[in-house]
């Protein structure tokens, strides 16, 4: 076998041969990272009929894919290689039929073309599939805007504080703050990640490192949505001690609430159940709606949490008997059907947290509308998910275990990124039908009027890095981007949500163009907006995206001003050398840009005192063309430290900080006032 062998398998299964790195320099992949991920992806290479094999696989398949996309108003095209009738009948999604007639053009089979959007069934020959007929574009912002420049504030749930959280921010405290930006003029919460974590393990609190994008962290859920706070309060502990904590206590705090939830869970079958109770009707209507997926994921849950008390513990999957290794492909196996029956309880009583977060993010999104908000809560979608979690172990073939997910090598990262995390084979995708593309993105918008796609480039390719290498032995693997945005439209009008698409960082040519003409907002941060002479003008910021001023990993406008990012990471080993002169350098250019800007005025204060430069930061992303401009709660009420400081775990208090004072006041102190205030005039 040679090299070129191996290349041009490489290009059939979707793999990049190289790539271009942050100063432009084309880097090329090594034959070993090719091999190794081919082997990952299910293509052996090592022996030359190992290679034919995978050859072959990669050809042309013989039979038609489950679903197809098609833009609404288009030519429906199918493989001509699939043979079959030259007509086919279309069952529309409302029963209604009408026959299709395809002719040949080339290698393809090309019927008419399609404008009602949906998903129908196609009989074609001795075969069905399955069209998806998108809209356009997604649902934009400016749909929803109805002529008006919108703003919200983006929030971390777990920062939130309300009576009776028991330490940990909740949909309630999301529900409040809603209410309250609404009275200021708001129209959407941005929220971090709701996707569950390891309900057994608290110490596993990273948002963006989820078990399942499916389901939610139960944490997050308060019961008395759905029992009212009498009944709650019979089963309530003493939760005073961590409510008052600066800083979410994760394991305390979640030991303490999920022991009430359990005591809730217990009343509610001996006094809910046997009765027929409204609530116990709709928690088997839920049931029934969630199916395999929601007992897949209990039933994880349950065993994660068996095994992980064992000696020695084994929190991966992977270290488990073999007979719980193999998610729900082994349902009938003797240990696991005991198991299911002698935990039957404790299955359910995960489907039961599901239930109670499903009912807290409902209510919360149905608040945010009922106070006036054009859109409400926009929720996050994180690019993967652990391999030691829930998805990883239940619909294993969905994923690409072998492979994480990372960064190559550029200027801020030297040796690139591997950010543990799995994410979907583009194999699986299409042989599914996209169906575990599809739950993700709608279990997104359920409960929500947008979403945020993080890292959103992974539509069209993710660097992935076998397991055990380093980052830069990685390669870039292509997706079905047109498939992908498709559907993400389809389901957009579906459930009338806006997209959103974090594009920062590396992006490929043309990419934004892309997301710009499928309707999905991009992101504008300030600490971006630059050019050669300084900070770009607002004025100058895109007209189709989201405006900010800072992110969850980025340093606050006041921590930024103040230097206070630096003296963190300069203590923990993290800074460069100059920056703190660069510093300098850069604030007088910012506050040069507010000034030009009319966001300020004078000369710029001293760094001890940032609340100016928050003020005009404010007004500066809300002077953007952007559509829609949302304000970080750090930056409204001034604070120093951000949320996460990337590159760290324990060193610093990453994703632990709680906000003062309450959710439901955060926007009446007078600063905070002012600056939504501010903010609202500020919107073109």
């Known amino acids: 076998?040679?090299?070129?062998?191996?290349?041009?398998?490489?290009?059939?299964?979707?793999?990049?041969?190289?790539?271009?790195?942050?100063?432009?320099?084309?880097?090329?992949?090594?034959?070993?990272?090719?091999?190794?991920?081919?082997?990952?992806?299910?293509?052996?290479?090592?022996?030359?009929?190992?290679?034919?094999?995978?050859?072959?696989?990669?050809?042309?398949?013989?039979?038609?894919?489950?679903?197809?996309?098609?833009?609404?108003?288009?030519?429906?095209?199918?493989?001509?290689?699939?043979?079959?009738?030259?007509?086919?009948?279309?069952?529309?999604?409302?029963?209604?039929?009408?026959?299709?007639?395809?002719?040949?053009?080339?290698?393809?089979?090309?019927?008419?073309?399609?404008?009602?959007?949906?998903?129908?069934?196609?009989?074609?020959?001795?075969?069905?599939?399955?069209?998806?007929?998108?809209?356009?574009?997604?649902?934009?912002?400016?749909?929803?805007?109805?002529?008006?420049?919108?703003?919200?504030?983006?929030?971390?749930?777990?920062?939130?504080?309300?009576?009776?959280?028991?330490?940990?921010?909740?949909?309630?405290?999301?529900?409040?703050?809603?209410?309250?930006?609404?009275?200021?003029?708001?129209?959407?919460?941005?929220?971090?990640?709701?996707?569950?974590?390891?309900?057994?393990?608290?110490?596993?609190?990273?948002?963006?490192?989820?078990?399942?994008?499916?389901?939610?962290?139960?944490?997050?859920?308060?019961?008395?949505?759905?029992?009212?706070?009498?009944?709650?309060?019979?089963?309530?502990?003493?939760?005073?001690?961590?409510?008052?904590?600066?800083?979410?206590?994760?394991?305390?705090?979640?030991?303490?609430?999920?022991?009430?939830?359990?005591?809730?869970?217990?009343?509610?079958?001996?006094?809910?159940?046997?009765?027929?109770?409204?609530?116990?009707?709709?928690?088997?209507?839920?049931?029934?709606?969630?199916?395999?997926?929601?007992?897949?994921?209990?039933?994880?849950?349950?065993?994660?949490?068996?095994?992980?008390?064992?000696?020695?513990?084994?929190?991966?999957?992977?270290?488990?008997?073999?007979?719980?290794?193999?998610?729900?492909?082994?349902?009938?196996?003797?240990?696991?059907?005991?198991?299911?029956?002698?935990?039957?309880?404790?299955?359910?009583?995960?489907?039961?947290?599901?239930?109670?977060?499903?009912?807290?993010?409902?209510?919360?999104?149905?608040?945010?509308?009922?106070?006036?908000?054009?859109?409400?809560?926009?929720s996050d979608l994180a690019i993967g998910m652990d391999r030691a979690g829930s998805h990883a172990w239940s619909r294993q073939s969905d994923l690409l275990l072998g492979l994480n997910i990372g960064a190559p090598p550029d200027e801020f990262n030297r040796a690139g990124q591997d950010w543990g995390l799995s994410g979907f084979s583009p194999q699986a995708l299409v042989a599914t039908g996209f169906e575990p593309f599809l739950a993700t993105v709608r279990a997104a918008m359920r409960y929500a009027g947008g979403v945020r796609i993080d890292h959103i480039m992974g539509l069209q390719r993710l660097w992935l890095v076998p397991e055990g290498t380093s980052a830069a032995d990685g390669a870039y693997l292509d997706y079905p981007l047109d498939d992908l945005l498709r559907l993400l439209a389809l389901e957009s009008h579906r459930h009338r949500a806006v997209v959103i698409g974090e594009d920062l960082g590396t992006v490929p040519r043309g990419f934004r163009r892309r997301l710009s003409d499928a309707g999905i907002a991009g992101m504008d941060v300030m600490w971006f907006e630059r050019n050669r002479g300084g900070f770009r003008a607002p004025a100058r910021w895109r007209r189709d995206a989201v405006s900010m001023t800072t992110t969850h990993d980025l340093p606050t406008v006041a921590g930024w001003w103040r230097g206070s990012d630096i003296e963190v990471r300069d203590a923990l080993g993290l800074s460069s050398p100059g920056e703190a002169e660069q510093r300098q350098s850069d604030r007088r250019r910012l506050w040069r840009a507010f000034v030009a800007a009319g966001t300020a005025e004078g000369a710029p204060p001293p760094p001890e005192d940032p609340a100016p430069a928050v003020d005009a930061a404010l007004g500066f992303a809300a002077s953007s063309p952007a559509p829609l401009m949302l304000a970080p709660m750090e930056d409204l009420l001034g604070l120093t430290e951000q949320p996460n400081l990337p590159g760290t775990i324990d060193e610093h208090p990453n994703w632990r900080r709680r906000l003062e004072p309450r959710a439901a006041d955060l926007l009446d102190d007078p600063v905070v006032a002012r600056r939504a205030a501010t903010i609202v005039a500020r919107r073109p």
């Open 1 to 378: 076998m040679s090299d070129d062998h191996i290349r041009q398998l490489a290009r059939a299964a979707g793999l990049a041969e190289s790539w271009t790195d942050a100063l432009g320099i084309p880097q090329q992949v090594s034959i070993g990272s090719l091999r190794r991920i081919l082997d990952s992806l299910g293509f052996k290479t090592s022996s030359f009929e190992d290679l034919e094999d995978s050859r072959r696989r990669l050809g042309s398949p013989s039979t038609l894919p489950p679903l197809v996309t098609v833009r609404a108003g288009t030519r429906l095209t199918l493989p001509a290689r699939v043979g079959g009738a030259a007509r086919g009948q279309l069952t529309y999604e409302d029963g209604s039929v009408a026959t299709l007639r395809f002719s040949m053009r080339g290698d393809k089979l090309v019927g008419p073309a399609l404008d009602r959007i949906g998903y129908h069934r196609l009989e074609f020959g001795d075969r069905q599939l399955t069209v998806a007929v998108a809209p356009t574009r997604c649902v934009t912002i400016q749909d929803r805007a109805e002529g008006k420049h919108l703003w919200g504030v983006a929030a971390q749930i777990y920062s939130l504080r309300r009576p009776g959280d028991g330490g940990i921010g909740d949909a309630t405290a999301v529900r409040q703050l809603a209410e309250s930006a609404a009275r200021h003029g708001a129209d959407a919460v941005a929220l971090s990640p709701v996707h569950s974590l390891f309900a057994a393990d608290p110490g596993r609190y990273g948002p963006y490192s989820p078990s399942s994008r499916l389901f939610f962290n139960p944490l997050f859920a308060d019961p008395e949505i759905v029992f009212g706070s009498e009944r709650v309060a019979q089963h309530r502990g003493d939760g005073g001690p961590q409510e008052g904590a600066p800083l979410v206590e994760w394991r305390p705090a979640a030991e303490g609430k999920i022991e009430l939830l359990r005591r809730l869970f217990k009343d509610f079958e001996a006094q809910d159940v046997p009765n027929g109770t409204g609530p116990a009707r709709a928690f088997e209507a839920f049931l029934r709606d969630g199916g395999d997926l929601l007992q897949g994921h209990a039933l994880f849950e349950a065993l994660h949490g068996k095994w992980l008390g064992s000696q020695p513990a084994l929190g991966f999957w992977r270290d488990w008997p073999p007979a719980f290794r193999q998610g729900l492909l082994r349902p009938d196996d003797p240990e696991m059907a005991a198991f299911l029956s002698s935990e039957r309880a404790t299955v359910r009583f995960h489907q039961f947290l599901q239930w109670l977060a499903a009912k807290s993010f409902e209510a919360a999104q149905r608040s945010a509308v009922e106070a006036g908000m054009k859109i409400g809560l926009i």
